[in-house]
């Protein structure tokens, strides 16, 4: 099958050798998102920000797709601070609905750019 790249000017750039998301099928892989402002390419302040920020780049680079956060299938969370999870599940609820996404959530020691949060996400498109 070949491969679709998928871009949009309404999530940050990629800052490195890949793509926003690439299309295979019906499937659809979205790189990590950090709380890049795709306006400015700026990090945004603080960890309540970063994670509305994260979960808006996801969900613009989806709409690019052809999709929205409702086709994603598993989303995987990663955090400088795991005492900041209850956070990302708060703000989860207003991106996610029944029935939910298998999650991963996973500390890490460093992100890019200093990023507090960083997700990512595979989606299925309806056939």
């Given at each position: 099958m070949p491969k679709q790249i998928i871009s949009t000017d309404r999530a940050p750039a990629a800052i490195g050798t890949y793509s926003q998301?690439?299309?295979?099928?019906?499937t659809v892989y979205l790189s990590g998102q950090i709380g890049l402002d795709p306006k400015t390419g700026q990090m945004v302040e603080g960890i309540d920000a970063q994670i509305v920020r994260?979960?808006?780049?996801?969900?613009?680079?989806?709409?690019?797709a052809g999709a929205t956060l409702a086709d994603v299938v598993k989303l995987n969370v990663y955090l400088t601070d795991l005492s900041h999870f209850p956070k990302v599940n708060e703000n989860m609820?207003?991106?996610f609905h029944a029935p939910f996404p298998a999650r991963a959530a996973v500390g890490v020691s460093a992100l890019p750019r200093g990023a507090l949060v960083e997700a990512d996400a595979v989606l299925v498109l309806a056939a």
């Open positions: 998301a690439v299309r295979v099928g019906d994260v979960l808006d780049n996801l969900k613009a680079v989806a709409e690019a609820t207003k991106y």
